[in-house]
T-cell receptor, first 111, second 112 residues
């Protein structure tokens, strides 16, 4: 257990529905990252926060994806109008500097 | 954009044999990190390499960072069943983008 928690751990939804995931980082870490991981692949960068500021967003992230980190603490990742191609493990990681501490992930299945 | 390639994709060894995975970046890196992901688990940090030509050891694991800071390797001596998992390298660009680009990983399986 790294101290990073994610909720829910599993989410099954129907195509077209909206889903929201939450990440609670290690409290003293100012950096928070979201990744997507599909089977047999490495984590793919989605977006990154330094405190409450969203500093970078992957070009792969469509406008259906949005992330927030109000007050620089927990973060949420929302996917609107889900598609079957969104099915993946969504990983959150927090970091004090370079080393990243990953949470257990939220596995999304879109039917 | 930056790409990080890792080979081999899979490696199956007999327990006690050595194992090596190689990582190559399309761009110069400020640092490279290695993570291990057990089946059903999440990536766990192993080590960070920063200096050109750096070599670090952790028990049976040896990590190297190339002179040009574009490639790296992880070598495990005398594998044990506890080494099973997928090993990822992840590079941070020299411009200090503060984000990691992961390779696709090398999945290691071991025959006891």
């Amino acid at each position: 257990d790294t101290g990073v928690s994610q909720d829910p751990r599993h989410k099954i939804t129907k195509r077209g529905q909206n889903v929201t995931f939450r990440c609670d980082p290690i409290s003293e870490h100012n950096r928070l990252y979201w990744y997507r991981q599909t089977l047999g692949q490495g984590p793919e960068f989605l977006t990154y926060f330094q405190n409450e500021a969203q500093l970078e967003k992957s070009r792969l992230l469509s406008d259906r994806f949005s992330a927030e980190r109000p007050k620089g603490s927990f973060s949420t990742l929302e996917i609107q109008r889900t598609e079957q191609g969104d099915s993946a493990m969504y990983l959150c990681a927090s970091s004090p500097q370079r080393r990243q501490y990953f949470g257990p992930g939220t596995r999304l299945t879109v039917l | 954009g930056q790409q990080v390639m890792q080979i081999p994709q899979y490696q199956h060894v007999q327990e006690g044999e050595d194992f090596t995975t190689y990582c190559n970046s399309s761009t110069t890196l400020s640092n490279i990190q290695w993570y291990k992901q057990r089946p059903g688990g999440h990536p766990v940090f192993l080590i960070q390499l920063v200096k050109s030509g750096e070599v670090k050891k952790q028990k049976r694991l040896t990590f190297q960072f190339g002179e040009a800071k574009k490639n790296s390797s992880l070598h495990i001596t005398a594998t044990q069943t506890t080494d099973v998992g997928t090993y990822f390298c992840a590079g941070e660009r020299a411009e200090g983008a503060q984000k990691l680009v992961f390779g696709q990983g090398t999945r290691l399986t071991i025959n006891p």
